[in-house]
């Protein structure tokens, strides 16, 4: 995987993701749980072995695990139940939704942004009769 780019990796990474998650389930919290939020030693400690037993550097280990997150993110909400999210305080949206959330909200704000500009440009040009001032002529 070290060496896959694209959407090979994506793939890939998906796959590693739901591994994790899998995994997840089987280690346990003190109250008997799953770790949904692989927070436990023994989790992280089975991870770290997994990745040192592919040759994975800690470096390498670190870089996967960062771009496999947003995946067992998604996952994880999938697979929990509301109740479960809320005891976990994982907000029930995903990654994947909170991104689409920021994008429709940074269209609507440019939108906004722009009919602002062309309200100020019809203004100032109704103001000057629409004639453009030259950059030598005196402010």
Known sequence: MRQTTGERRTMMLRDL?????DL???????????????RTGAYRYAVRGLYAQ???????????QTATRY???NLVRARVSQETADALGLERTTP???????SRRD???????????????????KTTGGAHRSSTSAH
């Open 54 to 64: 592919a040759g994975y550097t800690p470096e390498e280990r670190k870089v996967t």
């Open 24 to 38: 997840r389930e089987h280690y346990l919290t003190p109250s008997g749980d799953p770790d949904w939020t692989g």
């Open 96 to 102: 994947q939704d909170r991104g689409r959330l920021r």
């Open 17 to 21: 993701a739901e591994q994790m998650v």
């Open 71 to 73: 995946h067992v993110g």
């Open 107 to 125: 269209r609507e704000e440019l939108r906004e942004l722009l009919a602002e500009a062309r309200k100020l440009l019809a203004a100032h040009k």
